[in-house]
């Protein structure tokens, strides 16, 4: 008769096959049927899962991001995460990881043991954001004319169409957000992505400082720039579409109260007055 720790013995060889194979053994010493346990979740609901949080964590991302571009949040409104988790239907957690998103593209400013707030691009700020755009923007329109297809050129002229249908709409929300996505849809177009994502960054900014710094939409983006712009691209003449992009760019900046002073109060010139 066996004694029992011989057959303990025994056994111990499958035993440790078995957790050898959770450990990424050979799939021979794996058993065909392995139970997986209902509070462990397998690696296919694992994916699932985080791809579900990272759709809903895009979805809340862009309705903020168009709520801004369309200037229905104005430049420092508070982003409360409670109140948004409530909105929105999610934790405050996932809320966080959106705003610590716009807070990296500087769309929003976080403070410590104040909240999130909409960005107020300052004075000099804006001046920096259409320096650099002036340097982008054109190398934006060669690479786009240098890969040009019928396609981009269609592309561009169907989003120039809806932009002068929300003009005759007079709808100044659809008017503000297509403005801003003409752009970024060139640089998209372009085909580099950091472009593209640089792009879409300063465009953001630029429509926070238009509502800063008051210009009027008429004003800062006139109708028919954008509609020249792509008459340039699709003809291929570069040196054209370079000089009407940067005039674009100059009368939007032209546009802009950027000339005023900084908001500081001197205090002594009050109190002593």
Request: charged share 30%.
């Amino acid at each position: 008769m066996d004694h029992p720790s011989h057959r303990r013995a025994a056994r111990a060889p499958e035993h440790a096959g078995t957790v050898a194979a959770g450990r990424g053994a050979p799939l021979a010493r794996m058993r065909p049927s392995p139970i997986v346990s209902p509070t462990m979740p397998s690696s296919a609901s694992k994916s699932s899962s985080r791809a579900e949080r990272e759709n809903t964590i895009d979805e809340i991302y862009e309705k903020v991001y168009v709520a801004i571009l369309e200037h229905r949040l104005h430049p420092g409104t508070k982003l409360g995460e409670e109140r948004l988790a409530d909105i929105f239907g999610v934790s405050r957690a996932r809320v966080r990881e959106v705003l610590a998103r716009l807070a990296h593209e500087q769309i929003v400013e976080l403070y410590p043991q104040r909240g999130a707030y909409v960005a107020r691009p300052t004075i000099e700020q804006a001046r920096d954001v259409f320096e650099a755009r002036r340097l982008i923007e054109p190398a934006v329109l060669r690479r786009l004319i240098d890969t040009l297809t019928p396609e981009k050129v269609a592309r561009l002229r169907q989003h120039q169409e809806l932009e002068s249908d929300a003009r005759r709409r007079d709808d100044k929300r659809a008017v503000i957000r297509l403005s801003g996505e003409f752009h970024t849809l060139a640089a998209e177009l372009a085909g580099n992505s950091a472009l593209a994502r640089s792009m879409r960054e300063l465009c953001m900014l630029t429509c926070l400082t238009i509502f800063l710094y008051d210009a009027p939409t008429a004003t800062s983006c006139r109708h028919d720039e954008h509609r020249l712009i792509v008459d340039a691209v699709a003809k291929r003449d570069v040196a054209k579409a370079e000089k009407l992009m940067l005039e674009h760019l100059d009368h939007i900046e032209g546009s802009l109260k950027l000339d005023q002073q900084s908001g500081e109060v001197d205090l002594e010139a009050i109190f002593r007055s």
